[in-house]
């Protein structure tokens, strides 16, 4: 088992359903087959759509589920539904980078800029504890909210 960042678009191009399933062509089976009962976090990059053009994703990573299993597409026999569970949308977009630093380290070169090879990737492993810093921001209003402070 490992985690995983999944990317889909606000309007995919493939039959994704953030809440119960992840489409994915044959590519990114091994990586998603790793990822079977294990979290993984849903990215949303710039483009909203299949369209070049397209601007205005929030690029940032929206909420978390686990992957239950994995079934063939009937209908495209090189693509496959990963089936999630316990989805849950982060309190607030969590940015692939803040400042200086990247949530996921393989999204970063060796002279500190973005790698946009990476980005081409709609599915990357990622080191739990990359997952468990992405969830803590993605949850820090929560995390934090009913606990007193030291000037209580």
């Known amino acids: 088992m490992a985690n995983a960042v999944l990317t ?3 309007d995919p191009g493939y039959d994704d359903l953030p809440e119960e399933q992840y489409h994915f062509p044959q590519t990114y089976l091994r990586q998603v087959e790793a990822a079977v009962g294990d979290w993984i976090v849903y990215y949303e990059p710039r483009r909203t759509s299949t369209d070049p053009s397209s ?15 994995i079934i063939g597409d009937r209908h495209r026999p090189d693509h ?3 089936l999630v569970s316990s989805y849950l949308d982060f309190d607030r977009p969590v940015p692939f980078a803040e400042g ?8 970063r070169r060796a002279d500190g800029e973005t790698s946009k090879g990476a980005f081409g ?7 739990s504890w990359e997952y468990e810093a992405i969830l ?7 995390l934090h909210e009913g606990v007193p402070s ?3």
Request: net charge positive; charged share 25%; glycine share 8%.
């Open 8 to 10: 889909t678009k606000r």
């Open 55 to 69: 601007r205005g994703g929030r690029q940032a990573y929206f909420a978390t589920a686990m992957v239950d299993r």
């Open 80 to 82: 496959f539904y990963a």
């Open 100 to 107: 200086e630093q990247y949530y996921e380290s393989g999204l």
């Open 121 to 127: 990737r709609a599915v990357r492993p990622l080191p």
């Open 136 to 142: 803590a921001a993605g949850f820090s209003r929560t």
């Open 150 to 152: 030291t000037a209580d």
